[in-house]
């Protein structure tokens, strides 16, 4: 059971706007930055937000991060066939003095 | 190019010991935390441990919290894990990630090595 809840699956069409949550607790989501990642079969993660709303250069504006409370937002707009992925998210708890994950969302483009 | 290598994973008995590296090249390595972050086989991400810059503050999991030990060397641009106590469930790929800041406590995990595999297998 992870600390953060994600739903274990998102699906979307090809030129829509999909979202996928991610349900802390105050000592999580609600007190930290939210970070989130996708990974492709076999490889390893990649980061797609950082700082909660902030994307590393090369991720295109396509995706973007929000928080509200305990609980955090990726959208992605304009789905394309490659964003077929799982996407997890991520937070400092400052219970645990440590990092914690999502279980993760499989993401299916329809 | 940043790039993040880990080495010495293989193959070990339950109670035995192993210890991983990681070597980073093309960035300061000293001006950012790093972390291991582990993936079980058909699952989700683990976070493990974590060191800020300097190693002056350390993070682990509760699920290695005792037995396993987070290090880092600056002069050699390098981290490591030594795993002691291995259990069944440590078995997974495990990453070395290089952190958005210098803490542990940072924004986000913005390199990645390409993972080494652990298995813990009597």
């Known amino acids: 059971q992870s600390v953060l809840t994600q739903p274990p699956s998102a699906s979307g069409t090809p030129g829509q706007r999909v979202t996928i949550s991610c349900s802390g607790r105050?000592?999580?989501?609600?007190?930290?930055?939210v970070a989130w990642y996708r990974q492709l079969p076999g490889t390893a993660p990649k980061l797609l937000i950082f700082?909660?709303?902030l994307r590393p250069s090369g991720v295109p504006d396509r995706f973007s991060g929000s928080k509200s409370g305990t609980s955090a937002s990726l959208a992605i707009s304009g789905l394309q066939s490659d964003d077929e992925a799982e996407y997890y998210c991520?937070?400092?708890?400052?219970?645990?003095?440590?990092?914690?994950f999502g279980g993760g969302t499989r993401l299916t483009v329809l | 190019e940043v790039q993040l290598v880990e080495s010495g994973g293989g193959l070990v008995q339950p109670g035995m010991s192993l210890r991983l590296s990681c070597a980073a090249s093309?960035?300061?390595?000293?001006?950012?935390?790093m972390h291991w972050v582990r993936q079980a086989p058909g699952k989700g991400l683990e976070w493990v441990s974590g060191?800020?810059?300097?190693?002056?503050?350390?993070a682990y999991a509760d699920s290695v919290k005792g037995r396993f030990t987070i290090s880092r060397d600056n002069a050699k641009n390098s981290l490591y894990l030594n795993m002691n106590g291995l259990r069944p469930e440590d078995t997974a790929l495990y990453y070395c990630?290089?952190?958005?800041?210098?803490?542990?406590?940072?924004?986000?995990?913005?390199?990645w090595g390409q993972g080494i595999l652990v298995t813990v297998s009597s």
């Open positions: 060191l800020s810059w300097n190693g002056g503050t350390i």
């Open positions: 105050n000592s999580n989501i609600g007190s930290n930055f």
């Open positions: 991520a937070a400092w708890d400052d219970s645990l003095s440590g990092w914690v």
């Open positions: 990630a290089k952190d958005v800041t210098l803490a542990v406590s940072g924004t986000g995990f913005d390199t």
């Open positions: 093309g960035f300061q390595f000293d001006d950012f935390g």
């Open positions: 700082n909660t709303n």
